[in-house]
């Protein structure tokens, strides 16, 4: 089960928060056990669709998008094409979405990359709930804040960007 992280660690994007006076909770887990963001939603007690996976989307120009969706649902890339306003996107290899990131599959958080030059998309599904949950900037870490801050921090785009 999730437990709260101890003090004396903190990611990248936990200082950004703390440094930002954001209110959030940290829960971990076990990254070798829980590998899919279904089966991470289920071991920090949370529904999946309150929890939200961040993707790495290779456009057909510029830099890559960061698409952060919820754990249970799939990516419409037309419809983040839409929002981005470009032709063509696809999903970026792991690869490339770590090296573009320096981030691993699974710790991947656009609170971690500010002023990276990623444009972030948020699934407008977020709205719903007072508080979500995606990873800290490393596997094993989520946090738990507004979706309202998680806004604010990343300057995202709100967007359908999940099938119905």
Do not use: C
Request: zero cysteines.
């Amino acid at each position: 089960m999730a437990k709260k992280k101890s003090s004396s660690h903190k990611t990248l994007a936990m200082r950004l928060l703390e440094g930002k006076k954001v209110r959030y909770e940290a829960r971990t887990y076990d990254p070798d056990r829980y590998v899919s963001a279904t089966e991470v939603a289920e071991a920090i007690g949370m529904p999946a669709q309150q929890v939200f996976k961040t993707l790495v989307v290779q456009t057909d120009k510029g830099r890559p998008l960061l698409a952060v969706i919820p754990a249970d649902r799939e990516l419409d890339l037309k419809a983040l094409a839409g929002a981005a306003g470009v032709k063509k996107v696809r999903m970026a290899t792991q690869a490339d979405a770590e090296r573009w990131t320096g981030l691993q599959k699974g710790g991947i958080s656009a609170l971690a990359l500010l002023n990276k030059g990623f444009r972030v998309f948020l699934d407008d599904s977020a709205e719903q709930f007072d508080i979500i949950a995606m990873s800290a900037g490393e596997r094993g870490v989520q946090v738990l804040l507004a979706p309202d801050d998680f806004l604010r921090l990343t300057r995202a785009r709100l967007a359908p960007l999940v099938p119905d």
